[in-house]
Nanobody, 118 residues
Framework: VQLQASGGGLVQPGGSLRLSCAAS????????IGWFRQAPGQEREGVSC????????FYANSVKGRFTISRDNAKNTVYLQMNSLKPEDTAVYYC????????????WGQGTQVTVSS
């Protein structure tokens, strides 16, 4: 199983980015896919997750209403649309497979840096 995260970059506050997590080695709807982030000096935290069974979605309170997770099974890719970005969203973002959302992480992808700054 391999996960390739991309789409990070530098954006001004209030801007948007879309992260992609391309999966290989399995079909993307088999596992739940979670997005996590880690800011400098802070612990890694869960941001959002989409389940493999019924595409239920979950969000951290800090991003609810601003971020949207979605899945394109034809492309074996999960997306994280991030709108109304804030400086506190600055972090390295990782995607990961889980059997269920909030479950143990099975595989990590490499991170993609998101920097929100004017």
């Amino acid at each position: 199983v391999q996960l390739q995260a991309s789409g990070g970059g530098l954006v001004q506050p209030g801007g948007s980015l879309r992260l992609s997590c391309a999966a290989s080695g399995y079909t993307s709807d088999y596992y739940a896919i979670g997005w996590f982030r880690q800011a400098p000096g802070q612990e890694r935290e869960g941001v959002s997750c989409i389940s493999g069974s019924d595409d239920s979605t979950f969000y951290a309170n800090s991003v609810k209403g601003r971020f949207t997770i979605s899945r394109d099974n034809a492309k074996n890719t999960v997306y994280l649309q991030m709108n109304s970005l804030k400086p506190e969203d600055t972090a390295v973002y990782y995607c990961a497979t889980q059997f269920i959302c909030a479950g143990h992480v099975l595989h990590w992808g490499q991170g993609t840096q998101v920097t929100v700054s004017s």
